[in-house]
């Protein structure tokens, strides 16, 4: 028997399959690590302190998550910077779950992004610290790239968010 897609109210498709810390899906039915709503809207601060206490916690998926749902809400003048601050959370995701390609993949495409938005020379949303930021995954890239997953410890997988 085919199970078929979770879908919303407006027949837009949902994910209720529970997941584990590391965002991997798992069988309906089974205990797994609470959700994101996929309808959370939030400040920008409060997505940034949200995503940093989910980050702190051992969960990048999440935290995705969390800074997926500020770039769809964003403006135009932030939404780019969102969605790359989204792709580093995945790609802190990959290198969780110790896929080296697509961590080095997203971390670089994630810096990328955050680099592009800083030649705008605009203050950043929500305190964000995004020179930390492209150090931090910049350095994990290039340390995953060159050693493999091993090196990813759970301290690599919580990059500060903010300038402290």
Known sequence: MTRSRDRD???RARNARPR??????????APGV???????TLSPDDAVSEAQRLLDS????HAHEVLEGAWKDAGDDTRELWRALAQLAVGLTHAQRGNARGSVALLRRG???VRLWRVLDVAAPAGLDLAGLVAHAETLADDVERDGPGVVTAARLAPRLRQD
Do not use: K
């Open 111 to 113: 810096v990328e992004g």
């Open 58 to 61: 051992g969960l990048p998926f």
């Open 9 to 11: 109210d407006r027949g």
């Open 34 to 40: 609470e959700r994101v709503p996929e309808d959370l």
């Open 20 to 29: 584990d810390a590391a965002g991997r899906p798992l069988p309906h039915g």
